[in-house]
DNA sequence: GCTTATATGTTGGCGCTGTAAACTTCAATG
DNA sequence: CATTGAAGTTTACAGCGCCAACATATAAGC
């Protein structure tokens, strides 16, 4: 093993190469338009090469969705420690770093969100992925439940509520449902008066 | 014009046909399975025939989701019909005709709201079905706004965190990231929780 | 240290796709 | 009845995912 390999015919980790590539291009090309040989040719190998290092292209896919849903994790666990007292400061930043990411790549939150990798043929480690960003958003709601500040409802319907809506948020912003935010500003706004509405709630109080 | 066409090298009413026959195999190929091709021998025309009535493969699956959208709309007018004295009925209603068109086509939803149509170069009509869609929703809640029944709020707010919160069940449930209710009872179980955390909002009360 | 085996590349090819161009047929119009 | 234009067909092309056959650099065994 060599720390720089001097011949190029063997690569020397081509699998983290071509996530990289196939990250870097997916912005550009969109999900829809991002080929495994357009990738292969940006790696700078040839047309077949990837499939020494995934099954297929979904599988390829997959690895970038998965760092995706580990950066939702990541920006829960974040704002947990950024607001160690206020569960509600927690909620409303994990919601917004969960909008900002959708704002930001676009393109990833599509290829995660779309289901063209929820069907039955695809691997363990992207639902696990998933399950965890699901449960560090399920953990803030369950601080702010301890400390007593919410709705005397099963914690479930509270996560499943409030996830519901942040993605539901995500997803009509993606689908072009409500027109995209221009600026930071707009998002924020945006993300303060829908989780004002769901915290208070649409019945009169 | 003859009202039975005897000869069949001109088909007489090959536009609908085509998207007859694409509604029909959407659910068996799925959205990202179902080619132009396909759909045209389904059709019992050749494969480029669609070209004649259609400028390319989304312009015709725009005409699904347009058809799509327009089932959405009737669902929320006719849950007003039903429930003409009760706006809380009539949203709830709504949102499950929402969530049943999800659970019955979901190739359909995910064509409507994947954002494979959301591009820029998509058509006005479909944008203009789905702002029709979002309007009858919103019409929904005006109505128990004016009955005094909701929070005092902008009613865009209410509207669009409503929007959210079913839109983002559905997504989630056709994105893996819940999992599938399986019969019509835990569909309505699953709305009422949502439904119920919604209207009384997380907070305490 | 040479041979062998294996992992990791390359090339070529298959069947499929969307789409464009050129050609054909049929219905309507003067 | 001749002509025209709309609506089909055929042919063709480039790109796609994926597979099989081949090439090569590294690792392992003697």
Same mark, same amino acid.
């Given at each position: 093993?060599?720390?720089?390999?001097?011949?190029?015919?063997? @690569? $020397?980790?081509?699998?983290?190469?071509?996530?990289?590539?196939? &990250?870097?291009?997916?912005?550009? @090309?969109?999900?829809?338009?991002?080929?495994?040989?357009? %990738? =292969?040719?940006?790696?700078?190998?040839?047309?077949?090469?990837?499939?020494? @290092?995934?099954?297929?292209?979904?599988?390829?896919?997959? *690895?970038? !969705? %998965?760092?995706?849903?580990?950066?939702? =994790?990541? !920006?829960?666990?974040?704002?947990?420690?950024?607001?160690?007292? *206020?569960?509600?400061?927690?909620?409303?930043? !994990?919601?917004?770093?969960?909008? *900002?990411?959708?704002?930001?790549?676009?393109?990833?939150?599509?290829?995660?969100?779309?289901?063209?990798? !929820?069907?039955?043929?695809?691997?363990? #480690?992207?639902?696990? #992925?998933?399950?965890? #960003?699901?449960?560090?958003?399920?953990?803030? %709601?369950?601080? $702010?439940?301890?400390?007593?500040?919410?709705?005397?409802?099963?914690?479930?319907?509270?996560?499943? &509520?409030?996830? =519901?809506?942040? @993605?539901?948020?995500?997803?009509? %912003?993606?689908? $072009?449902?409500?027109?995209?935010?221009?600026?930071?500003?707009?998002?924020?706004?945006?993300?303060?008066?829908? *989780?004002?509405?769901?915290?208070? $709630?649409?019945?009169?109080?």
């Amino acid at each position: 093993m060599r720390a720089r390999p001097k011949q190029n015919y063997h @690569h $020397g980790d081509l699998r983290n190469t071509l996530i990289q590539t196939a &990250t870097l291009l997916l912005p550009q @090309h969109g999900v829809a338009g991002l080929s495994l040989r357009a %990738i =292969a040719k940006a790696a700078g190998v040839s047309h077949a090469a990837p499939y020494r @290092h995934f099954r297929d292209k979904t599988d390829l896919l997959e *690895s970038i !969705a %998965i760092s995706g849903y580990n950066r939702l =994790a990541e !920006a829960c666990q974040n704002a947990e420690k950024r607001y160690p007292n *206020s569960p509600q400061q927690q909620l409303f930043e !994990a919601g917004m770093g969960y909008l *900002s990411l959708v704002m930001e790549q676009p393109e990833l939150a599509h290829l995660m969100f779309s289901g063209m990798l !929820a069907e039955e043929n695809c691997g363990e #480690a992207l639902s696990q #992925a998933g399950t965890i #960003a699901v449960q560090s958003l399920a953990q803030i %709601i369950e601080n $702010g439940k301890r400390l007593g500040m919410y709705a005397d409802r099963p914690t479930e319907d509270l996560t499943l &509520t409030a996830l =519901a809506c942040v @993605h539901g948020i995500a997803m009509m %912003i993606l689908g $072009g449902l409500i027109k995209r935010p221009k600026t930071k500003r707009q998002l924020q706004t945006l993300g303060e008066r829908v *989780s004002n509405t769901l915290l208070l $709630g649409l019945q009169k109080r």
